[in-house]
């Protein structure tokens, strides 16, 4: 995904920043250059990268930070204000009859985009059909037609025909009893005139609503050209960023949506039809800084669940831990399917309220079960018995000395066991009844 890494590296430098209530200059200097290091890598514009990092630095240091806010606080929201000022707020999309035209290069997924956006239209309980008038790129018809089939959706090419522009007119009606049209464009290897009075005829021929870049994350900054070129010619009302799933890249992109004015409609997550996402600049930019975001965690959840029953180990469902119910037989089988997912404290990261709020209350290696101590743990909790597994709390110092010779190791590590059973439990029971709306609060909070 798009930055990824940004969120880790300024955790890292903000957590520095704890307890502060001002931040000096160096403070400012270190949090700016950590996010230009990640745009960069990103392939995000160099200009575009100063211009942020001024504003922000600007910012930090002229704004008083507001009664009872933390510098971090402080800093975390001017940062946040700043990156959604470039990403912008995601391309409307009215669910209602319209019709959308693709524009891009050959390879960068327009086919693979109308069909995926077709079946996301057809999932919100529109008719779409898929229009393909790409002529210029051999197999362009078959690999529309097998996806449009593939989703379900309507589909009109014409394999033997010679002229976009007459296949986008018969197409427009064949298609009529469609809600919406997805127009499928041909693209050329790089930006050449016929492409573009190609692209022109036919906006001219099925007068598009909105006409959308298609841009593959990795084109870094050739995108600037071509979100220009094409701006120019048709005028681009939001951007498509496509093979997220292939690089952390996507830099390139946003320079696009910042050349043309425009926004980010859908991202691209796979080959198949379904691996379409809305894009969500809030969800985006909170998990960019750490603020929690409930869908990905469920994602990864969900992921690592269906990795467990794919190994043969019996159903644990996520949900019992989240009625606060938690055992130490749900913190062996979650110390497992942390292994799956990554380290507790990046999940509970995503998770709002804990991410930015809870996390900084607790001991920084609070959640910190590292290869070492799990491995201990799970030998530790071998030498209970199935009551002590199910009732942590009444285990005593009598039965601690006995788990401890027990499992060979010592009462200090026993005692640091049942620690962090009580420690991870009362944070999960934060889970309940956690929802949207309290993303919506933390964004609140945040923003004073
Ligand atoms: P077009 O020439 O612009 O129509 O591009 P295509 O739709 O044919 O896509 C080019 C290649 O990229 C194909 O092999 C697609 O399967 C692949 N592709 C498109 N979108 C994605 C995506 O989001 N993820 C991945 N991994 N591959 C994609």
């Known amino acids: 995904m798009v930055l990824d890494d940004l969120g880790s590296s300024l955790r890292g430098t903000m957590d520095k920043l704890r307890g502060k209530s001002r931040l000096s200059k160096e403070d400012v200097q270190e949090i700016v250059r950590e996010i230009q290091r990640s ?18 630095k ?22 946040y204000e700043e990156m959604v000022e470039i990403v912008g707020e995601s391309t409307e999309i009215p669910l209602e009859p319209q019709t959308i035209m693709l524009a ?3 390879g960068s997924g327009k086919t693979t985009t109308a069909a995926k956006m077709a079946w996301w239209f057809s ?39 010679g002229d976009p522009v007459q296949i986008a007119r018969e197409g427009m009606e064949a298609t009529e009893d469609a809600d919406v049209h997805i127009v499928d464009t041909a693209g050329r290897h790089a930006l050449e005139a016929d492409l573009i009075d190609e692209i022109e005829e036919i906006e001219a021929e099925v007068n598009p609503d ?31 960023i496509t093979k997220l799933d292939g690089t952390a890249k996507g830099g390139g992109a946003l320079t696009a949506v910042n050349e043309t004015d425009s926004s980010i409609a859908f991202l691209g997550t796979g080959e198949t039809v379904q691996d379409i996402e809305r894009f969500e ?5 909170s998990r960019l800084l750490g603020m929690g975001d409930l869908k990905q965690l469920s994602e990864r959840v969900e992921r690592a669940m269906m990795e467990q029953q794919e190994a043969g180990e019996d159903d644990w ?21 942390m292994n799956r997912m990554g380290p507790l404290d990046q999940i509970m990261d995503m998770i709002p309220g804990l991410g930015g709020g809870l996390m900084d209350q607790l001991p920084d290696d609070a959640m910190d079960v590292t290869q070492d101590r799990m491995r201990k743990f799970e030998i ?31 009462e200090e590590t026993v005692k640091e066991l049942l620690q962090q059973h009580k420690m991870m439990e009362r944070t999960l029971k934060q889970f309940k009844g956690m929802g949207d709306g309290d993303m919506k609060r933390m964004m609140k909070k945040l923003e004073g």
């Open 39 to 56: 745009l960069l890598q990103a392939d995000v514009e160099v200009a575009l990268v100063m211009e942020l990092s001024e504003n922000i």
């Open 58 to 79: 600007e910012r930090a240091l002229e704004e008083e930070p507001p009664g009872g806010t933390t510098a971090r606080d402080h800093i975390l929201k001017i940062v």
């Open 104 to 106: 891009g290069l050959q």
């Open 123 to 161: 999932k919100k309980g529109l008719r779409p059909a898929v229009i393909q008038t790409d002529t210029f790129r051999p197999g362009a018809y078959d690999q529309a037609k097998q996806m449009c089939e593939r989703a379900e959706v309507d589909f009109y090419g014409d394999p033997d025909g």
């Open 210 to 240: 909105l006409n959308l870049l298609v841009l593959d994350a990795a084109i870094g900054q050739g995108a600037k050209e071509q979100a220009r070129e094409f701006d120019s010619s048709i005028g681009i009302g939001g951007v498509v």
């Open 281 to 285: 600049p809030n969800g985006f930019i």
């Open 317 to 337: 469902e996520p949900e019992d831990i989240m009625k606060g119910q938690f055992t130490l037989k749900d913190m062996k089988r979650q110390m497992d399917a």
């Open 380 to 410: 530790i909790m071998d030498s209970m018995t199935d009551m002590e597994m199910e009732e942590p709390r009444a285990i005593g110092a009598s039965q601690i000395r006995r788990i401890a010779r027990g499992s060979g190791t010592d």
